[in-house]
């Protein structure tokens, strides 16, 4: 069994300067350290992010989601920034307002500048 402190989600990027902008500006993540190809960043009291430069890379699924206690709240501030949301008219994850009912939980997805998905959860 792994006996970690924490999991730091790692997410690609190709511009770190672009990805310090969103991560830190927009999401208002907090800045930890940065190197040459990496820079990360602390999510609440334990997790952190950390992204790092690379090549283009495709991705079709969800990197990562942040947990929060009043979604309307996050997407309407993050809209409010530009960011964009993912909407989805059919199937389990129908949204109304950019937040989908997941069972007792909802959720909404963005992407960052590179087109990677992150999410918001609630419940």
């Known amino acids: 069994m792994i006996n970690a402190t924490m999991v730091v989600a790692t997410i690609p990027v190709t511009d770190l300067d672009r990805a310090k902008e ?3 500006g927009i999401l208002g993540l907090t800045f930890l350290w940065e190197t040459p190809v990496g820079v990360r960043y602390r999510c609440g009291s334990v997790s952190e992010i950390s992204v790092f430069k ?3 890379t495709a991705t079709e699924h969800t990197l ?3 947990e929060v206690g009043d979604i309307e709240a996050v997407v309407q501030d993050l809209a409010a920034k530009g960011v964009e949301f993912l909407d989805y008219t ?4 129908a949204t109304t307002g950019h937040i989908a009912q997941l069972g007792p939980a ?3 997805w963005f992407r960052d500048p590179d087109g990677n998905t992150l999410g918001i959860r609630q419940g």
């Open 54 to 56: 690379r090549p283009p």
């Open 90 to 93: 059919e199937g389990p994850i």
């Open 64 to 66: 990562a989601h942040f």
């Open 22 to 24: 969103f991560y830190g």
């Open 106 to 108: 909802r959720g909404a």
